[in-house]
């Protein structure tokens, strides 16, 4: 259930409408909206009584939530969220571009990729040093080194950094040195990952699960936020089919529909969505198109020696014409370049 409160309702009110929620052996999750706060409620396994809370001052409306997925669900906030990442914000209309190599390899390379992203108008620098690999055999990232290259690279650049976690383990350690921490596919469903996730302070970028329908792309999003942590930004970023031709299939109607099932941002991973660099800006340009609030994409600064996803990943120059044709396109579905 949703408790909306008047607008101006003062914290005294929202005060006892959490301390009802909490006698009533439920948890209450303030929703600060531009206008008025709402509350959501969750822990109930059968429907939530109205009358206690219909009586209180303060108190605009009760709505009953129909979805499994409640606090990320657009009926729970019909608004589009800002997820706030240092002094940027993702989501609302304001349109991210989030880019850099798959794995960090070295500080010249990450230096390099930094530059030329930032250069072209990336506000986010992407990068793993924690590499969920399909193969033990394969380059598994540079770990803490490749984490303090990051934060070098942001110093230089000013660009924010996101990248992934891989376990509870190394939570820490990531969220020390990222402004994003990345939910890799593999990790959708790695639900104490989420968890723990959800305790933090830290925004978080989850992908989608390579076989996850939308519905649970969204049920994980509420553990993360169930958890105490609202800056969730979602990621579409292909789904794996019997089509052999793309190395996934990239989900744009599935993309359009979660954007309004949720008032999450919800950005687009066109590189790993098609899997082959020529046809990346054209992903990435339909995705745009559909609508999404940004997009991370890989770029290399030599994707023919890459350790990992070269095949996938963008030149420079590529990522700075992608970024030409981007511009045309955002005005045509109201978002702005960041
Ligand atoms: C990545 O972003 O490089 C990555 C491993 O992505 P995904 O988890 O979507 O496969
Ligand atoms: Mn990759």
Redesign the pocket.
Known sequence: MLIVMKPGATEGQITEVLDKIKGLGLQGHPLPGQERTAIGITGNQGPVPKEPFDSLTGVAQTISVSQPYKLVSREMQGESTRVRVGDQEVGGGLFHVMAGP?SVESREQIFRAADAVAQAGATFL?G?AF??RTSPYAFQGLKEEGLRYLAEARERTGLQVVT?VKDTETLELVAHYADVL?V???NMQNYSLLEAIGKIDRPVLL?RGMSATVKEVLMAAEYIFSNGNQRVILCE?GIRTYETATRNTFDLGGMAVLRSMTHLPVIA?PS?GIGIRRFVPSMARAAAAVGCDGL?V?VHPEPEVAL??GQQSLTPEQFEQMMDELKAILPIVHQTLA
């Open positions: 798959c992407r793993g590499k969920p992934e990345q890799g596919a593999r992908k970023r991973d790993h991370i890989e990992s996803d």
